[in-house]
């Protein structure tokens, strides 16, 4: 009883139409999914570089030494 029908989204759908135009849809819609690639690509590739190695050795010695000093106070 509260959603939306049909009809309702196809007159919403009309008047977007009319006050952007298709060409200036069409632009967004391709320019969105570029983006969406684009972001998918960068969560896809891992990282290589010797930096982000020593970043996550650095933050593992980090773990461990305050593991140690935990038992230590044991």
Not at 4 to 23: D, E, H, R, Y
Not at 50 to 67: G, I, M, P, V, W
């Amino acid at each position: 009883m509260g959603g939306i029908s049909i009809w309702q989204l196809l007159i919403v759908v009309a008047i977007v139409v009319l006050l952007f135009g298709t060409k200036k849809l069409r632009t967004l819609g391709s320019d969105l999914g570029e983006s969406v690639k684009g972001f998918k690509k960068a969560m896809a590739d891992e990282p290589k570089d010797a930096e982000f190695k020593s970043l996550k050795d650095e933050s593992e010695t980090a773990t461990n030494t305050e593991k140690v000093k935990d038992k230590e106070q044991v």
